[in-house]
């Protein structure tokens, strides 16, 4: 069977996909869809959803489109996901492949610095990152980047630690390949398919990440973003439930993709551990 | 390697950490756009030019940098953590306040959502590929792709604003003058919300992680074994799957210590629960970086004694963890 | 038979749809007897295993038993409800698997894990099934009881382990042992004694053993019947004697060919200049050690000296433990030793640099165990043969069309190049693995253990191959195996390794016929059917050629 082929056999993977693509579609014809931008009060404060045409889902306590705050909120979601999660994979990648493939004291010191990282808590570690570097998209894109490449260093460790010892890159240590050459060209690719099932998690975590500082105020007070448009709803949860709630089922439903995507991915790549489904 | 001395490894390196962790803190703090004891200060201070005169030189700042360093970690071990211009109180003082509420929260959520994820799981991995299982499987997946803050909002509005069942604000009736075992319901009533709010989340992790390793360990070649024995299936389960099938488990919840101290900075906000998580969102408000990194710091001394309880327990469950190597 | 105590008819193992074919055993009829030892042999994917896992409902999800019966005691065990199976399950019939290590449950002392059959069967009190659980590992002769009981499987050999099991099998008297492939996964020695075990435990209970092997010279040693199975069916049954000496059916005489006999080949003495010399070579292993402790120390290879001709095939056997990998890996310097030389046309290996080692590395190449992890899988054949020779230099073009011709001189093809490892079977692959190896037309070639992962009738068709390419091109080989018998089928000279040192090299002839060292005297006298290979050897050999 094809790798497509696995990956759709499993319905939740497609779903997935189908949503994913969808949020993309959204975030990319946000200035197409909404031209006025986010941030323009429209209508009068407080609108409830569903009474007023051309505003499906009301306006919030300064009479901002909800839809259109919305559909802007989809691009730093997935842009801040799919940033951070490339720049953790530029930290772990390399840092945990050295590090499994020369063992030793690279291994050590790389491990130690790693297992440092993953003891501070690190959503409380992001906080602090953005709260000092004052919120602006790079410093929240770097924060979650920073907070989340130590899973990747351990996966991508683990994986060279296991390959490395195959008869195949001993076979290419005796045919005189570089060790370079040999991480690169035999290790790594073998390493390819745990890798990106563990990124399009990791990009979901990375939207969640985001939206809840967002949500605490830290997000860029220029962008309007899922989490702040919870965030300053918070107050108002009694008289207007739908200013939380709507921004909270496209995050929802975004991460929901993700992890789907991630799922049918590992499902595809490896075949002969799939369990429990028929 | 025995108990002890793995513990008084652990201890060992989990000094070193807290020490980088402060030395982390200084850097950040210069890290900081503006002036240090600025930074230092707070919003409070930063009118008064000769108070931030004061406060450079109290905490050295007008004194060689490595010289800084050193008095800043000392400090920090010492436990004097700065002191609050906004709260008018020394961080350490502050943070020991709020530390109950957040230790009864935490670990609250923990029991719970590690004890209904096995549970769940197990259930779940009984029962894999009919419907209840879907059922379960799929209700995990989306609690693990529910912003946590969001969640505990829309329970606020179900179960208290709306049902009226539970209370959704604070950590116990203000001004109600209840003591004893009426204070420790009333405050019951108050946890149940944010505890399971916060639960939630992990639950579902604990839920996934057990599901797919009781699977895993019932494939293997040991549980032929007491099949062979004439053992019947729910003792093999039991005795022999789950055992197993929970070292993973017990990994994975050490790991997850971390995350639930972030999740409690986000349910404390949305509940007003009056713990570090709640003084730490005040403090990013008011620009109070000492309260701040002071929470960070025990937030992380926090995970690390809870790091090395795990260990200690995996030990205990697993006779080949020490005697190995 | 009247003595029958377990009948099977008819029995038919129906596989899931998507399976390479819609039976795992079809139409398989026999009885075993009370009291007899039964040996049931095949390949992977006779279908031997599904059997015994149908007699004990252990079928793997997805497996069941389409038709036939299995008639124990007026009953079809097949039918059984779930709740007589148990029952029956370790009661009547007792278990025993392959894999010691994996069948024990890790987080329980083997005592427990003993009484838990008597509590599975609700007899007995707690202390009392404590006390039978000593007794059981005393019979079975697990050293120090008391220690052995309290212990954890981790901390127990693999034969201690398998012994353990055994005692297991054995709690409640059962009429019948099944026993799957028991001692595949145990050095010979530890082998011999747990067969001598089985031997000795069927005499003194009578109980019926249904034997699963793949190997014929088990089945010289203990059995009493035997059935041979291939791809689902039985296609031969007898008596063990009668089948081992005049098989009827053309696949367990191309079985038992393909054995390697203790047939001695007369080979001359090869005076040629070495291609390796070994001098004096050390690895100790240090493991553990800490912050708290200090480590252990193994000493891997323990001043090895050894000689090897060119054109010589030497063969370097051992128990797993003893050193012969280290001691193959050190001479490819894939581990690099402590100390001494190893000389390979003129150039120690071991003393060099790691930029030094690289370019002499095409020196010295070898064939690797297992099949399965010996080619990348994301490169095509033609690069994974190729690669070795251009980084040293050759022009791609040469490096390519060498590779072709070298597939087709091992048997693949020259279009073989342009595909992929997981299109061909383990044997082909193997296969590929020595075209790489002679691809860098190496001084010597180290076969490590190249033909344990195979069955044995690819296990003879790769031997076949690498005797050809030696004659054709006078390769000279360092051949290790933990299997006399194929060392005795084609090396000159022999050295048996044992805690790190070299205890006897010698001419096969010599090593085989007249050992000098008590440990080769053991070793040999382990051999599964060392006795019945030697009588048909002399058969062989003296029938007309």
């Keep these: 069977m094809t790798f497509w082929k696995r990956f759709s056999s499993n319905r939740g993977a497609v779903i997935g996909l189908i949503l994913l693509i969808a949020v993309i579609l959204i975030a990319l014809l946000a200035p197409v869809i909404y031209p006025g931008g986010p941030w323009k009060m429209v209508q009068r404060p407080f609108l409830v959803p569903f009474t007023t045409d051309g505003f499906p889902l009301g306006t919030d306590t300064l009479g901002r489109d909800v839809t259109a705050g919305l559909v802007h909120g989809a691009r730093v979601s997935l842009l801040v996901g799919l940033v951070s999660t490339l720049m953790a994979l530029l930290i772990g990648v390399p840092l945990g492949a050295l590090a499994g493939f020369y063992g030793g004291y690279v291994d050590e010191g790389a491990m130690r610095f790693t297992e440092f990282f993953q003891t501070i808590p690190n959503f409380a570690l992001a906080i602090v990152l953005v709260a000092i570097l004052q919120p602006t998209l790079g410093s929240i894109t770097l924060a979650i980047a920073i907070v989340s490449w130590p899973p990747v260093a351990r996966l991508v460790r683990a994986e060279v630690m296991s390959l490395k010892r195959r008869e195949f890159v001993e076979a290419a240590h005796l045919a005189g390949l570089s060790n370079m050459r040999i991480l690169v060209s035999e290790v790594l690719p073998n390493a390819v398919s745990p890798i990106i099932v563990m990124a399009s998690l990791m990009v979901a975590t990375a939207i969640l990440l985001e939206s809840s500082l967002s949500f605490l105020g830290l997000g860029d007070p220029n962008i309007m973003s899922w989490g702040y448009m919870i965030g300053a709803a918070r107050t108002v949860i009694r008289s207007a439930w739908w200013l939380s709630f709507f921004p909270g089922v496209a995050i929802l439903i975004t991460v929901l993709a993700l992890n789907l995507i991630g799922e049918g991915l590992n499902d595809a790549f490896n075949p002969h551990l799939r369990k429990g489904r028929t | ?325 | 038979m009247s003595n029958a105590i377990l009948s099977i008819h008819d029995l038919t193992i129906d596989l899931p749809r998507g399976a390479d074919r819609p039976h795992a055993v079809e139409d398989v009829s026999f009885d075993l007897n009370t009291g007899e030892i039964l040996c049931v042999v095949g390949e992977s994917g006779s279908g031997k295993s599904m059997t015994a896992n149908a007699l004990m409902g252990l079928l793997p999800d997805g497996v069941t038993v389409g038709k036939g019966r299995a008639m124990f005691d007026g009953a079809d065990v097949l039918t059984l409800s779930e709740v007589k199976k148990q029952a029956m399950r370790g009661a009547r019939i007792g278990m025993i698997f392959q894999e010691p290590m994996t069948a024990l449950n890790p987080l329980m002392r083997i005592g427990e894990q003993i009484a838990e059959v008597f509590e599975a069967h609700k007899l007995h009190t707690r202390a009392e099934r404590r006390a039978r659980a000593l007794a059981l590992v005393k019979e079975v002769g697990l050293p120090d009881p008391e220690k052995i009981v309290r212990a954890y499987p981790f901390q127990l050999s693999g034969g201690q382990r398998q012994r353990a099991m055994i005692a297991m099998a054995l709690a409640l008297e059962p009429e019948i042992l099944i026993a799957d492939e028991p001692t595949t996964a145990l050095d010979v020695t530890t082998q011999a004694q747990i067969l001598r075990l089985i031997l000795a435990l069927r005499d003194d209970r009578g109980m019926a053993v249904m034997f699963i092997t793949h190997d014929f010279g088990v089945v010289a040693e203990i059995a009493d019947r035997v059935i041979v199975m291939r791809h689902g069916l039985i296609v031969e049954a007898g008596m063990a004697q009668q089948v081992l000496e005049s098989p009827q059916h053309d696949y367990t005489r191309a079985l038992l060919d393909a054995i390697p006999t203790g047939k001695v080949p007369e080979l001359a003495a090869v005076h040629a200049p070495p291609a390796l010399e070994i001098r004096n070579l050390n690895k100790i292993y240090r493991t553990g050690g800490g912050l708290f402790r200090t480590g252990r120390e193994v000493r891997a290879v323990n001043d090895v000296t050894l000689t090897i001709a060119k054109g010589e095939v030497v063969g370097l056997v051992g128990e797993s433990g003893s050193g012969k990998s280290t001691l193959g890996r050190a001479v490819v310097r894939l581990v690099t030793p402590d100390s001494g030389q190893v000389l390979v046309g003129g150039v120690d290996l071991a003393a060099l640099d790691t930029a030094e080692l690289r370019k002499q590395r095409h020196r010295v190449q070898m064939v690797f165990q297992d099949p399965y992890a010996s080619l990348n899988p994301r490169h095509r054949v033609l690069r994974s043969l190729s690669d070795g020779p251009i980084a040293k230099g050759v022009p791609k073009a040469q490096a390519n069309a060498r590779a072709r011709e070298l597939l087709d001189i091992v048997g693949l093809g020259a279009d073989a190049a342009t595909r992929f490892p997981h299109e061909f079977s383990g044997g082909q692959r193997q296969r590929i693995g020595i075209a790489r190896a002679l691809a860098m037309d190496p001084e010597l070639i180290i076969a490590d253990e190249a033909v344990s992962a195979l069955d044995v009738s690819i296990q003879a068709q790769v031997l076949e191959l690498l005797a050809e390419l030696r004659r054709k091109m006078g390769l000279s080989i360092l051949f290790i195996t933990h299997d006399l018998r194929v060392a005795a089928q084609v090396c000159d000279r022999i050295a048996v390794m044992q805690h790190g040192r070299l205890v006897e090299v010698g001419a096969v002839r010599d090593v085989f016929h007249s050992p000098k060292e008590t440990y080769t005297r053991e070793l040999l006298a382990a051999v599964p059917g060392a006795k019945w290979a030697v009588d048909t050897a002399v058969t062989k050999q003296g029938a007309p050629a």
């Design chain 2, 1 to 325: 390697m025995s108990l002890i001395s793995t513990i008084l490894g652990r201890l060992v390196k989990a000094v070193i950490t807290l020490l980088a962790i402060a030395v982390l803190n200084f850097f950040l703090i210069h890290a900081a756009p503006g002036d240090p004891a600025a930074v230092l200060a707070g919003e409070a201070g930063a009118a008064d030019p000769l108070f931030i005169e004061q406060l450079r030189a109290r905490f050295g700042l007008d004194q060689p940098f490595h010289i800084q360093l050193w008095t800043y970690v000392k400090n920090v071990m010492m436990l004097d953590l700065g002191y609050s211009f906004r709260q008018g109180a020394p961080v350490i003082e502050l943070i020991a306040d709020r530390l109950p509420a957040t230790l009864l929260l935490t670990l609250s959520a923990f029991v719970i959502s590690l004890s209904l994820g096995i549970a769940l799981g197990v259930a779940a991995a009984a029962r894999v590929g009919r419907v209840s299982d879907s059922l379960l499987t799929t209700l995990a997946l989306l609690f693990y792709a529910t912003p946590l803050y969001w969640a505990a909002l829309m329970a606020v509005l179900v179960f208290s604003v709306q049902l009226g069942w539970l209370p959704g604000f604070g950590y116990e009736t203000v001004g109600s003058g209840y003591s004893g075992l009426a204070r420790a319901w009333d405050i019951l009533q108050h946890l149940i919300l944010p505890a399971m709010t916060l639960g939630l989340f992990f639950m579902a992790v604990y839920m996934r992680m057990t599901r797919a390793s009781m699977l895993e360990v019932s494939q293997m070649d040991f549980v032929k074994t007491a099949r062979a024995k004439g053992l019947s299936g729910p003792v093999i389960r039991r005795r022999h799957i789950l055992r197993n099938a929970l070292l993973p488990v017990v990994t994975l919840a050490g790991l997850q210590a971390g995350q639930l101290i972030g999740g409690a900075v986000l349910t404390e906000t949305v509940f007003a629960w009056p713990g570090i998580g709640r003084l730490m969102f005040e403090s990013l408000g008011a620009r109070d970086y000492n309260t701040i990194l002071g929470v960070f710091l025990v937030s992380a001394a926090m995970v690390i004694l809870f790091n090395i309880l795990t260990d200690i327990v995996y030990r205990i469950v697993d006779p080949r963890i020490g005697a190995k190597t």
